[in-house]
């Protein structure tokens, strides 16, 4: 038996050879930025591929949701609503926008911000918040149709951080959906971002807010904005990514149904709802008993199988953001140190997935 590290990810972009063809059109058209024509293209297919309208690129995710955020906020509110169960990036881009994270609990079943919470915690605020940032949990498409409910219901604008479903996403509506082009995300370019959206004037805004606020008129800076492009070296490897996309789906439904056949029915453990059937992610993860997750971390350790919990113990236990205010967030202490990411990359065999399955209640 091998006893070499079965290490936890390892991310694969194209090569230089794939992605060759397209700087080759780079140096062909000289143009370097500002949706050139390998931009607008790598736009325009992420578009018809996530079933959205409009299609802005950003520097990252984060600037994404930070941009979404600017847009859809109430103004002369404090507050965004938002689960303490993020990748850390989320507080930040609330922060960044100039917003005050209002942390709430998760669904234990879902390991997301529900309607439900959100809406209790309304009644606890006592003031209306600028609005809510929810957390698709580790790639799984967001309950669209519920916040779109939620919105229509209570008036407060939704932006959705679906940072790691980039690749799950086939419909997209007027919430604005930020996804991550970051190499570790299924659809990763190295460093990337996108606001899907089907709200067409929002769109325009957006891309108008990455561009120093440049809208209608040349040159002329309409709105408050920044710098957040994408250049068109991003634009080559992102449509050398799309090209790629189709095999690299097939390799991730083979690993996920790797482990869904070996973890099933028979386990005390379980898959985050949905996995390999409607979304697929670069960070699966295992959700053991709670009086299991000593032993299972101490065997994964002990047979070389690296973990990771990707997204820790929630926001509220970084220094950063020890002092933000936050509702109950029972539901998040226990059910974080249960969630286990598991080894995920190509280069996995039936023997490895095997040997990560062993170690699993
Ligand atoms: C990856 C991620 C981000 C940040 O995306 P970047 O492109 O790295 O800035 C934000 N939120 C979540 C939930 C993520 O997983």
């Not at 709200?199 to 209608?216: I, P």
């Not at 002990?302 to 973990?307: A, K, Y």
């Amino acid at each position: 038996m091998s006893n070499e590290k079965i290490k936890v990810l390892i991310p694969q972009l194209p090569s230089a050879d794939e992605i060759l063809p397209y700087l080759r059109r780079i140096d062909e058209k000289r143009t370097y930025s500002n949706y050139g024509p390998l931009t607008t293209e790598f736009r325009d297919r992420l578009g018809k591929l996530t079933g959205a309208a409009g299609v802005t690129f950003t520097s990252n995710g984060t600037t994404a949701i930070e941009v979404a955020l600017r847009i859809r906020a109430i103004p002369d509110r404090r507050y965004c609503l938002m689960p303490s169960y993020t990748f850390i990036a989320s507080a930040h881009a609330v922060c960044n926008t100039g917003l005050t994270p209002y942390l709430l609990d998760v669904s234990e079943r879902t390991l997301t911000l529900t309607p439900e919470i959100a809406k209790a915690a309304l009644r606890d605020l006592g003031e209306q918040p600028a609005a809510v940032l929810v957390v698709s949990a580790f790639g799984a498409p967001p309950d669209q149709v519920a916040w779109r409910a939620f919105e229509d219901e209570t008036g407060i604008p939704v932006v959705f951080d679906a940072a790691a479903a980039a690749s799950s996403i086939r419909q997209v509506g007027k919430q604005p959906m930020c996804v991550s082009l970051h190499a570790t995300k299924a659809l990763g370019i190295g460093e990337g971002g996108a606001i899907l959206c089907a709200d067409t004037g929002l769109t325009e805004r957006s891309t108008a807010m990455t561009g120093f606020g440049f809208l209608g008129a040349e040159r002329v800076s309409a709105i408050r904005a920044g710098n957040y492009r994408i250049s068109e070296y991003a634009g080559a490897v992102g449509l050398a990514v799309l090209d790629a996309l189709p095999a690299r789906l097939v390799e991730l439904q083979r690993l996920t149904d790797g482990y869904r056949t070996r973890i099933g029915a028979h386990k005390r453990s379980r898959l985050q709802e949905g996995i390999g059937e409607t979304w697929l992610t670069m960070t699966p993860n295992v959700i053991v008993p709670e009086d299991a997750v000593q032993a299972t971390i101490a065997r994964l350790d002990e047979e070389q199988v690296e973990w990771r919990r990707w997204w820790g113990f929630g926001c509220h236990k970084h220094p950063a953001f020890a002092d933000v205010p936050r509702g109950d967030l029972s539901t998040t202490e226990s059910v974080s140190p249960r969630v286990i990411g598991l080894p995920f990359h190509n280069l996995l065999s039936d023997t490895d997935l095997d040997r990560v399955a062993r170690c699993l209640p």
